[in-house]
């Protein structure tokens, strides 16, 4: 795929691609967000489990 295949196509998508309403933005931000305390509740959990494991790696 050559470069002017490429910005012809790229050309073709900004042109139907739409901004989203409030609604959607809005369910957008909170599934970001949902996703991103959930990946820092497994953080947390694995944290709380190698300081409930003796011996762990970061014992200290």
Partial sequence: MGIKSWLTQA????????????????????????????????GFVIKLLSWAIPGGASSG
């Fill in 11 to 42: 050309a073709r998508t900004l042109k139907l691609a739409v901004k989203p309403g409030r609604e959607e933005l809005w369910l957008s931000i909170k599934i970001s967000l949902l996703g991103i305390g959930v990946i820092g509740l497994i």
